[in-house]
């Protein structure tokens, strides 16, 4: 019974997307998943439908230390975050000021921790052409002015129509 009430997993891509790395052949993959398995459930199973979550997560874990992602997470992050910190000023200790950079649908659109390792790369592309456009700074004065030539026209345009108004008066 206590079996029935634990919630399954139902998507294992990124279970095979980790064990691709340690294996290519197919035959290798089975067999290595099946040990695996079997280890973790204690022998109870060697089927991946029949593991629960805390199994499945306990499996990945034990993948992502054999093929060092985790560490691949972090360089990634830690250049994000220096890159952030060194070139755009960003109080890198503040979360909310880094996921408020990253949840712009320009930069990211979610926030840093949801971040993989591509898109950590491609974070940092997008905020090295900011910067060489003048970074976030220039940016702003370029929306400033375009709000105020906004402005200007809204205010010339309600003279107009006053104008307008006093002429048929």
């Known amino acids: 019974r206590e079996l029935e009430s634990v919630k ?8 095979y997307f980790l064990l691709r790395y340690i294996y290519t ?6 067999e290595y998943k099946r040990a695996l398995i079997s280890r ?6 060697t089927s991946l439908r029949e593991i629960d979550d805390r199994e499945y997560f306990t499996l990945i874990n034990q993948l992502e230390d ?18 952030l910190q060194k070139e755009f000023n ?8 880094v996921d408020a950079i990253c949840l712009s649908k320009r930069i990211a659109g979610k926030p840093f921790r949801f971040l993989n390792i591509m ?6 592309q997008k905020l090295y052409s900011i910067l ?10 370029d929306i400033l002015q375009e709000l105020q030539i906004v402005i200007i026209r809204e205010n010339t345009n309600k003279k107009s129509n006053i104008n307008n108004q006093n002429k048929y008066n």
């Open 8 to 15: 399954k997993v139902n998507n294992y891509k990124y279970f």
């Open 90 to 97: 960003v109080d890198t200790t503040n979360w909310n000021k």
């Open 132 to 141: 060489s456009k003048g970074g976030f700074k220039a940016r702003k004065k």
């Open 66 to 83: 054999i093929v060092g992602i985790k560490d691949k997470i972090r360089k990634e992050r830690s250049a994000t975050l220096k890159l």
């Open 25 to 30: 052949d197919k035959e290798e993959q089975e």
């Open 40 to 45: 973790i459930t204690d022998g109870r199973t």
């Open 119 to 124: 898109e950590h790369g491609a974070v940092r």
